[in-house]
């Protein structure tokens, strides 16, 4: 970074050095820090021959300096431009965000002329061709805006969105981006969006952008690094994560962005770095490698040390140390704690016997497909992991039967008639289905299953059997050590998501949290979007800098090809208001409590789950009157009503 100070200078005299300036190469525009100013009593306007006063200023020559701060990229004055990630401050955007600079290699940009300014209403997007690469372009308030036009997530298509105020919120798992920075605001995903300058010459909209964000989409936000020289022996951490999965890792790339300097250690009992475990149930074949959400070298680089394989089997909260399987013990200062669940145990016969699986990690993953090749797969539970496993191993296995407690799966999160259709579209594809059933025994032979039997006396050849029946908290490790859990296992939270032990928090599936659309009733919703959002949350609480959850239940399940996408908290809801056809698989599910709409589901409906997310999420109510008249006029899938609801 290179700097010059000019002392005492006059106004006119610092206007002519200005204009005369020549920037190093690949530096951008400079940054003026006014220091005090001493205006004469009549100044004049900005034309008119002023007296001389007295100016100190610092010129900054920085690399990669944004234009002007608080800029829309078309160099308007944003309202976005105190804007962060969930309504924080101090959540800025990495060095690669623009605005654009003023000064840069044209050979490293590209720039075209991509409609004119009538081609688009206020609140429509387009996805816009810039020839190095596509880009989103944005109408709202009479402004135009450009930013990536991919949901760093997978993948999805940001024109198929929803546009409001001020964010585009994905179409496919709910994840919102702020127009003007281009920084994730609500979860799934880690990564921001590069947004690109943006101009308006003879009613031509223009768009500057680098080629390599045009092709690269995506953009990791700048994060601070540990300014300590640890020895990575050292028994103390600053902060100790305990789990690897989003809440965790969110939580330390938040403390990094937030500007924490100090040590960050996460460990999991996992041997992998952190993976996408939803994939892992609907893409059976994928490696590790291919599911890690971040890999070692980039939790390296970023200062965040990683310890895999280490299990914590005690802790005590009055020295503030954790005891870990292999003996090693670990002070700190602040804790999060993010074990998420493990199976739920199983009680029938013969446990000791292998080709049993609870599907967790990606070996588990690797060797049910290979066990299921051609051979007999049975599943036990129809939980989401399970019908997902069911799905996946339909095309690979000789058969597959479905071993479940209730008439139908998914009846308590879906509701029956949902749950009829998705069980018509599994039968369809040779999936039998044993209900209100369970399992008495399995039986092996030289420690291989060999059979399933019912208690109703059922029979199933059986090569390979996964245990899909839910799971329970990851505490146990917790008993008595003043952490207080409830009678489930569950870690009570409050909405800064600290436990009742000062410097100890939690997140992720193993707590019950304060949630605001409940009259902030105490609730665990073991989602893994929610999850990033406890991780956030949690981390900027250890900072000093409460926020409280803004945030609307996301998840979703792929079988056969057809996603079940899920927006809301459904939890006691007692009536489901069916728009479209069912047995298309084309509809739209409004559960209600009383008479409000509560969550919605949705086939082949996109992005009706994402609208109604945003409604939800602005606080408003859908009345379950509007819903049932839509549903009478056969108006499924016109959102229009909702758009009017979201923007009273």
């Known amino acids: 970074m290179g700097r010059r100070r000019l002392d005492t200078v006059h106004v006119e005299e610092l206007i002519c050095a200005m204009a005369s300036v020549v920037l190093p190469k690949g530096l951008s525009s400079p940054r003026l820090f006014r220091e005090s100013i001493h205006p004469g009593p009549n100044m004049g306007g900005c034309f008119s021959k002023p007296k001389s006063v007295e100016v100190k200023v610092e010129l900054s020559l920085l690399d990669k300096e944004k234009e002007v701060d608080g800029l829309s990229p078309n160099g308007k004055a944003s309202p976005f431009a105190e804007c962060r990630a969930n309504g924080a401050l101090g959540h800025g955007s990495d060095d690669e965000a623009t605005p654009l600079p003023l000064y840069h290699r044209s050979k490293d940009y590209v720039e075209a002329s991509v409609c004119h300014v009538k081609d688009m209403e206020n609140g429509q997007m387009r996805e816009v061709d810039l020839g190095s690469g596509r880009a989103l372009l944005i109408k709202e308030h009479g402004e135009f805006s450009a930013m990536a036009h991919k949901c760093p997530h997978y993948g999805a298509p940001l024109v ?58 995506k953009r990791t936000k700048h994060m601070a690094r540990c300014s300590a020289v640890i020895n990575s022996s050292t028994g103390f951490s600053h902060v100790l994560i305990i789990g690897s999965g989003p809440a965790g890792l969110v939580c330390a790339e938040t403390l990094r962005q937030e500007g924490f300097t100090d040590r960050i250690v996460m460990c999991t009992m996992e041997r992998h770095p952190p993976y996408d475990r939803p994939k892992l149930s609907k893409s059976l074949e994928c490696t590790a490698e291919q599911l890690r959400l971040r890999s070692a070298d980039f939790l390296q680089n970023h200062d965040i040390e990683l310890f895999t394989e280490k299990e914590v089997v005690a802790l005590d909260v009055k020295t503030r140390t954790v005891t870990f399987g292999d003996g090693v013990m670990m002070e700190y200062r602040k804790l999060f704690i993010a074990t998420g669940n493990k199976p739920r145990p199983m009680n029938y016969k013969g446990k000791d016997i292998k080709n049993v699986f609870h599907l967790r990690t990606p070996e588990d993953a690797s060797s049910i497909v290979k066990l299921a090749n051609n051979k007999n797969a049975v599943i036990v539970g129809t939980s989401f992991i399970g019908m997902e496993v069911a799905a996946a191993l339909t095309d690979k296995a000789h058969s597959v039967s479905v071993i479940g407690s209730e008439t139908v799966p998914f009846k308590k999160a879906l509701g029956e008639k949902v749950g009829k259709v998705i069980m018509k579209l599994f039968e369809a594809n040779r999936v039998k ?15 291989q299953l060999k059979e399933v039997v019912l208690k109703s006396g059922k029979v199933l050849r059986a090569d390979v059997c996964v245990i899909g029946t839910g799971c329970v908290p990851a505490t146990s490790f917790l008993k008595q050590c003043g952490v207080h859990l409830d009678s489930k296992g569950f870690i009570p939270v409050n909405k800064m998501m600290q436990t009742n032990v000062d410097n100890v928090f939690a997140g992720g599936d193993v707590v019950m949290f304060p949630f605001p659309p409940r009259n902030n009733k105490k609730v665990n919703i073991p989602h893994w979007q929610m999850a990033h959002v406890h991780g956030r949350v949690a981390a900027l609480s250890m900072m000093g800098k409460p926020t409280e959850i803004k945030t609307v239940p996301y998840f979703w399940s792929a079988m056969y090809g057809k996603t079940i996408r899920y927006a809301g908290f459904g939890d006691g809801f007692d009536d489901v208001i069916i728009q479209g056809d069912l047995d298309e698989l084309r509809f739209v599910a409004f559960y209600t409590r009383s008479e409000e709409v509560v969550a919605v589901a949705s086939m082949n409906y996109d992005p009706i789950v994402s609208r109604v997310a945003e409604v939800l999420g602005s606080g408003k109510t859908i009345k379950k009157r509007d819903v049932e008249m839509l549903a009478r006029l056969g108006k499924t899938g016109d959102i229009s009503w909702l758009i009017d609801k979201g923007s009273q």
């Open 160 to 217: 198929k969105g929803v546009l409001s105020k001020g964010h585009v919120r994905c179409p496919w798992h709910g994840a919102c981006f702020n127009i003007a920075t281009g920084d994730i605001e609500d979860f799934p995903g880690l990564d921001s969006l590069h947004v690109f300058q943006v101009r308006v010459e003879k009613d031509k909209v223009i768009i500057c952008a680098n080629k390599q964000a045009l092709e690269s989409q």
């Open 433 to 447: 289905f044993y209900m209100l059933n369970e399992v008495s025994e399995m039986i092996g032979h030289h420690g």
